[in-house]
């Protein structure tokens, strides 16, 4: 027998245990983050936010944060595009109408709360929840802060306090839901928009409702509910009356959800757990069974090279 | 103390007038039910009620439906009359009070370029730095 | 009574003296510590130290340029990226004469181990540089598991792969120590882990790569690609191939006194059959790059500054190291499969680096890749793991066969 019943055991042990843990490895498999169908969005009117940063205080104040350095009635800041900081997790930006003459437009740019979001399928520790009522929360009590979910994020929201060394977090709009939304109440920015730019309710009657406003104001509107299937589909959702490549929204995401882009290579890990100890195990017993029949490796190489 | 004491009284009047002519079937038109000046306070922490100039609206609109919208005609309802709470999942293109108040008064200043449209153009602010929500 | 401690005090002095300090009492370990590299490597830690102190008292802001639109830097572009295909010595060489039987790479195969080894313990260590949180560094393993993230994957797979690779350096260690019974028994798993190690490499190797999947709109389409798992995965072999033969190079010179001459006749043999192995990896590399050019249809990306810059990558630190090898090999010249080795190595730098922090957000207006103070501490790092491998290497018998057990191998 040309390998000896020891290392034989040893190897099938090996791949049966690699075996097992490529088993438990596709139970715990790969999940879905769709939302239950009850969930809550927001959905954003372009034409009627007027820039009055009125929720950039409400989420301030609800939040909890430090005072801006620059006043929240301060229009100097639309002279730049912001995004969302560590202490600023809804920025208004401005962006100049196409239509020469026509008003600027204000856009509000938050986390999306995506239906399968990124960065929960990015999080190593699940620190991302999407929750029943549609919100993407973040557990800092599990964070190891390696930021890969600011990588993942299509949308650049996450972001991260790199100036504290003992208890960074990474910081994003949470809708609200600790404080409000979980509670049946509405997000403070929704609530404190003297426009009523913003609609809270279940994200399917957002989609009836943005759909109504576009087919009764065709003029207005452009046909497109954007957050409606981009990613997947995101919690919220914009109308506009111009398009939205001209207002800094990114056009080139699809409508694939993100987690999508690891499923296939994630689902490759228990075949290769499976099949490598056998595929390796076989090449070991094969080497072990030339030995036996007393071709010994020296002399082929030796014969190539003398070939060379 | 004086303005108080004007602000007062003629809140008192609007109120008197609107429960007088709530009890009515009929709703008159007649110039005599129109109130001169509106204050808009129900829903304001944040800044002054707004004195809102109705009867020198009412000279610029041709018709009291222009902005008493979407009520049967020759009925001219106050805006609160209709708009209350926002997002009535039952109705959820119809704005609360405060929308409905922002979106129909500057929508038109808007359209027309003309009037006000800044936050403290119409309304002063009482505190700085708060926000239009319920203090907890 | 007291004799007795007093012998066992003796003998323990005697054994850390030959064990740690190389036989000499510890004036004479000193004072042969003062030689020109250890005074180098002193000055750079001692440079690099404080800005270790700023870094955890003070933040991951206090030393790099983490932005919240490009939150990753050097730490994890050089350390975690480069370093673990460097890393990948280990599982070839052992695969490579453990399972496929090539026997005659037998003395390569304990330093690429041990070269893993450390390559590995420093990927985790820049990591805890990096992470926010690096107390937290075992939370994937042990509180919450994000088992749909590819980084869950590698986290897990590093951690079991530093052990295995542990396991698989053992017998050197135990020969150090002197015990015969562990050492028996490391030998004998030895086949266990080798299996192990390549499954955990593979998926590990190519997971890198996956990671950047999540991140379609940010990586430029010329690097970003359904096959980015199988380019790291191939890359990390002939980049372990490519690391054996710079380290046997480097210990060549390093450890002239320590080798035995017969061993180093031997290196130069032997580092034709690797570079013969790296040329086909290569090669077939270089094809598999265009097969992922072609799937993406980005030919006309080509044409632009980043199209060049992917060319260069390409061409110049692909086809060219592959082409230098083959003719290394043609004409038994070994200094050329020595010095492409080393090309091949910046090759792999700069794909990584490429990869990870290059043309990662090439779309941002405003770049900012790295601060000099992280700058510092990389170095200070490298340092700090080339001194670990000397320390290792002088004491263990790695480059060489342990007198008591020169017959076994």
């Known amino acids: 027998m040309g390998i000896s ?91 100049p109408n196409p239509q020469p003459g026509g008003p600027p437009i204000y856009v509000k740019h938050q986390c999306r709360h995506c239906d399968e979001p990124a960065c929960a399928s990015a999080c190593l520790v699940r620190a991302f929840t999407k929750t029943q009522e549609g919100a993407v929360t973040y557990n800092k009590g599990v964070c190891v802060g390696c930021r890969y979910c600011m990588t993942a994020c299509p949308f650049y929201v996450p972001a991260y306090e790199y100036n504290k060394p003992f208890s960074p977090e990474v910081k994003k709009c949470t809708m609200c839901y600790d404080t409000r939304v979980s509670k049946g109440g509405i997000p403070a920015c929704v609530e404190a928009c003297p426009m009523e730019t913003m609609t809270f309710g279940k994200r399917s009657d957002l989609i009836r409702l943005a759909r109504k406003r576009i087919i009764e104001n065709p003029d207005k509107y452009i046909d497109h509910i954007y957050g409606e299937q981009e990613v997947g589909g995101t919690s919220w959702m914009y109308i506009s009356g111009v398009p939205f490549e001209q207002l800094g929204f990114p056009m080139d995401l699809g409508t694939k959800p993100y987690p999508e882009l690891t499923k296939g290579f994630l689902s490759m890990v228990p075949a290769v757990l499976v099949i490598w100890p056998a595929l390796l195990g076989g090449f070991y017993m094969f080497t072990q069974h030339r030995e036996e029949m007393g071709v010994s490796e020296e002399t082929i190489p030796q014969e190539k090279e003398d070939q060379l | ?55 020198q609206h009412t000279l610029m609109a041709e018709d009291c439906a222009t902005c008493h919208h979407h009520s049967e005609p020759g009925v001219t309802l106050a805006c609160k009359e209709c708009h209350g709470a926002p997002f009535d999942p039952k109705n959820l293109n119809m704005p609360g009070l405060k929308g409905a108040y922002h979106l129909q008064c500057m929508g038109c200043h808007q359209q027309m370029s003309s009037g006000p449209v800044g936050c403290t153009d119409c309304h002063a602010k009482r505190i700085s730095q708060q926000t239009g929500m319920e203090k907890k | 009574m007291t004799e007795y401690y007093v012998e066992k005090a003796n003998i323990f002095q005697s054994w850390v003296r030959e064990r740690i300090f190389l036989g000499l009492s510890i004036k004479e370990y000193i004072k042969g510590l003062i030689k020109p590299f250890n005074i180098v490597a002193g000055i750079i830690i001692l440079v690099g130290l404080p800005f270790v102190v700023m870094r955890f008292t003070q933040g991951i802001g206090a030393v790099t340029h983490a932005s919240q639109d490009q939150p990753w830097g050097l730490f994890l572009s050089w350390g975690l990226f480069t370093g673990v295909p460097l890393a990948a010595t280990g599982y070839i060489m052992a695969s490579a004469v453990y399972i496929f039987g090539l026997k005659d790479y037998h003395s390569l195969v304990r330093p690429a181990v041990l070269t893993g080894f450390i390559g590995y313990l420093f990927a985790v260590i820049f990591l805890l540089f990096d992470l926010g949180r690096p107390w937290r560094l075992p939370y994937p393993m042990t509180v919450s598991f994000g088992t749909t993230s590819v980084l869950f994957l590698v986290g897990w797979h590093v951690a079991l792969y530093l052990s295995t690779q542990l396991v698989e350096f053992c017998p050197a260690i135990f020969e150090w120590i002197g015990s ?115 799937h993406g249809n980005h030919w006309d990306l080509l044409n632009t500054s980043w199209g060049h810059w992917f060319l260069v990558e390409v061409f110049v630190f692909v086809l060219l190291p592959c082409f230098l090898f083959a003719r290394g090999v043609r004409k038994r010249n070994v200094a050329l499969i020595r010095f492409t080795a080393f090309f091949t190595i910046l090759g792999i730098a700069i794909n990584r680096l490429t990869v990870s922090m290059i043309a990662l957000n090439w779309k941002l207006p405003h770049r900012e890749y790295f601060h000099w103070k992280e700058l510092i501490l990389v170095i200070t790092i490298i340092t700090v793991e080339i001194l670990t491998y000397l320390w290792i290497v002088n004491r263990m018998p790695v480059h060489r066969e342990h007198p008591d057990y020169r017959e076994i191998h």
């Open chain 1, 5 to 95: 019943r020891r290392k034989f055991l040893k190897v099938i042990g090996v791949a049966g245990s690699a075996g097992l843990v490529g088993k438990a490895n596709s139970t715990f498999g790969v999940d879905q983050f769709t939302g239950s169908p009850d969930r809550f969005g927001v959905l954003t009117d372009l034409t009627r936010c007027v820039g009055c940063r009125t929720c950039e205080a409400a989420c301030n104040e609800v939040n909890k944060l430090p005072p801006p350095k620059v006043p929240f009635e301060d229009q100097s800041v639309f002279e730049q595009i912001r995004r969302t900081d560590v202490n600023a997790f809804t920025v208004v930006n401005r962006y």
């Open chain 3, 180 to 294: 015969d019974r562990f050492r028996r028994w490391a030998l004998g798993v030895t086949i266990g882990a080798t299996i192990f190690g390549v499954i955990l490499s593979t998926l590990h190797q190519s997971a890198l790569g996956a990671l950047f999947l999540l991140a379609p709109g940010k990586l430029h389409p010329l690097w970003y690609s359904e096959f980015i798992p199988l380019f790291f995965f191939v890359s990390s072999i002939f980049a372990g191939l490519s690391m054996v033969i710079v380290e046997s190079t480097l210990s060549g010179r390093a450890f002239k006194n320590q080798i035995e001459p017969r061993r180093l006749v031997n290196f130069d043999k032997l580092t034709l059959g690797l570079g013969r192995a790296a040329s086909l990896v290569l090669l077939t590399y270089f094809c598999l790059k265009w097969v992922g050019v072609a």
């Open chain 2, 1 to 55: 103390m004086f303005r108080k004491t004007i602000i007062g009284a003629v809140s008192a009047w609007v109120i008197g007038v609107l429960i007088v002519s709530q009890a009515t079937e009929e709703k008159e038109t007649s110039s005599q039910n129109v109130p001169e000046v509106c204050t808009l306070g129900t829903l304001s922490k944040i800044y002054e009620p707004v004195l809102f100039s109705h009867g």
